[in-house]
Nanobody
Framework: QVQLVESGGGLLQAGGSLRLSCEAS????????MGWFRQASGKEREFVAS????????YYGDAVKGRFTISRDNAKNTMYLQMNSLKPEDTAVYYC????????????????????WGQGTQVTVSS
């Protein structure tokens, strides 16, 4: 069974940087797509970024393109989200996801039921 554990969330001021980590366990992840979604209070869940575990190909949501970078360390079974130039509108709970049912390119439109989810980590950006 896939287990995903996020860490690294926190409170910081606009313009700052933060790195989220997601430690994955439970199986080998070759062929998996991994990624990040976020959900702000009162808003719908939003795709942030995804990465192919095997090839390292990356994809980003329009709201974070150019500011966030997704990466993975296969040896540590860990995925990262480097967030720079943070804005108050980036405030949300960030969820790590993994799926064998989609590629990284199409993770943004995958049914949530076909994704494995972490418990989430809160990121709060003050103005």
């Amino acid at each position: 069974q896939v287990q995903l554990v996020e860490s690294g969330g926190g409170l910081l001021q606009a313009g700052g940087s933060l790195r989220l980590s997601c430690e994955a366990s439970g199986r080998t992840f070759a062929g998996y797509a991994m990624g990040w979604f976020r959900q702000a209070s009162g808003k719908e869940r939003e795709f942030v970024a995804s990465i192919s575990w095997s090839t390292g190909s990356t994809y980003y949501g329009d709201a974070v393109k150019g500011r966030f970078t997704i990466s993975r360390d296969n040896a540590k079974n860990t995925m990262y989200l480097q967030m720079n130039s943070l804005k108050p509108e980036d405030t949300a709970v960030y969820y790590c996801v993994a799926s064998q049912y989609t590629t990284a390119q199409f993770m943004r439109v995958m049914s949530p039921l076909r994704l494995n989810w972490g418990q989430g980590t809160q990121v709060t950006v003050s103005s």
